[in-house]
């Protein structure tokens, strides 16, 4: 079966599109001891992207509960900090290419759909994403691809799903979906690969590859 020429990259946007790991850290930290929590180092961070998103949480003792409960809190206070936040270097021209090469692009995320449009906004890339799916429950992704998918009468054989975490690749592949997996963001390489993702890459200059890749495939 061919492949759409113009296939749907649905894309991640915390670590993948924004740089917004370190002040996720930073803000983890703020909020850590009202949980109970220690403060975790740089050193430790780069320990923890090796670890899947499951693993790091068993790591940190955290549950699934309050995952949920502090990551509200966290991307709450990132609100305020979003005028701070940058591009993952290079990921603005990939999205500009990919846009102008007639790739269909949209975002599905934890975030918050404030957050994502006034960053969106501000670095001139909003025209490029034909939706915002946002306010997506951590463990909730694989549930709203499969409502995206339905929604945008998609196949699953023309989406790419483009995420920093194992738990984004896990959402993929239980929808049938291509994974693109950009190792600059939560998890690193080693977690990444884990979970065999179709990419795998280092730099966002190689997603339009990645992309024509896959358009031209059979």
Request: hydrophobic fraction near 45%; include cysteine.
């Amino acid at each position: 079966m061919v492949v759409s020429s113009k296939p749907f990259l649905i894309f991640d946007f915390d670590g993948t599109l924004a740089n917004t790991f370190a002040f996720g850290v930073e803000i983890f930290n703020e909020v850590a001891p009202a949980y109970g929590l220690a403060e975790i180092s740089v050193a430790r961070v780069q320990q923890l992207r090796k670890l899947t998103t499951q693993e790091i949480l068993d790591e940190l003792h955290i549950s699934r509960v309050m995952a949920i409960k502090m990551g509200a809190q966290i991307r709450k206070i990132l609100h305020s900090r979003m005028e701070q936040v940058e591009p993952i270097d290079g990921a603005r021209e990939a999205i500009l290419n990919l846009h102008q090469e007639g790739f269909r692009l949209g975002i599905l995320s934890s975030n918050s759909v404030g957050n994502i449009r006034a960053f969106l906004e501000k670095t001139e890339m909003l025209e490029c994403f034909s939706f915002i799916e946002a306010g997506v429950s951590l463990f909730g992704k694989s549930t709203r691809i499969a409502n995206v998918l339905r929604k945008k009468s998609l196949s699953p054989t023309e989406v790419i799903y483009v995420g920093d975490e194992t738990r984004d690749m896990e959402a993929a592949r239980k929808n049938h979906v291509s994974a693109l997996a950009v190792c600059w963001g939560a998890n690193g390489r080693e977690a990444l690969e884990g979970e065999s993702p179709e990419f795998c890459i280092d730099d966002p200059v190689d997603l339009l590859g990645c992309a024509q890749a896959f358009a031209s495939k059979e």
